[in-house]
């Protein structure tokens, strides 16, 4: 088992700026890709970044030049400088760890609100 939490969400106005925390614990294997999704309120989750365990960083279009992610494997952290907030971008934010070699995302942290206002 992994678990993940999740920190660093609020409200911030448009134009601001957040960064996203998440702490993984448990079972952890070495070789995985961590990230991140959001679901906004009447819409399915939509993927926004991942990051491999060699530090590659993957992007959804809508976040690229805004959002950058970043990972401490020591500390097995995964953290999300977003940059240059819209109102589109007020979601949950939902942690996510999978195992180099699978596809499916195995373990979801319990998310975090992120709200920007216009």
């Known amino acids: 088992q992994v678990q993940l939490v999740e920190s660093g969400g609020g409200l911030v106005q448009a134009g601001g700026s957040l960064r996203l925390s998440c702490a993984a614990s448990?079972?952890?294997?070495?070789?995985?890709?961590m990230g991140w999704f959001r679901q906004a309120p009447g819409k399915e989750r939509e993927f926004v970044a991942v990051i491999s365990w060699s530090g590659v960083g993957t992007y959804a279009d809508s976040v690229k030049g805004r959002f950058t992610i970043s990972r401490d494997n020591a500390k097995n952290t995964v953290d999300l400088q977003m940059n240059s907030l819209k109102p589109e971008d007020t979601a949950v934010y939902y942690c996510t760890y999978r195992r180099v070699g699978l596809v499916e995302y195995e373990y979801w942290g319990q998310g975090t609100q992120v709200t920007v206002s216009s």
């Open positions: 448990g079972s952890i294997f070495s070789f995985n890709t």
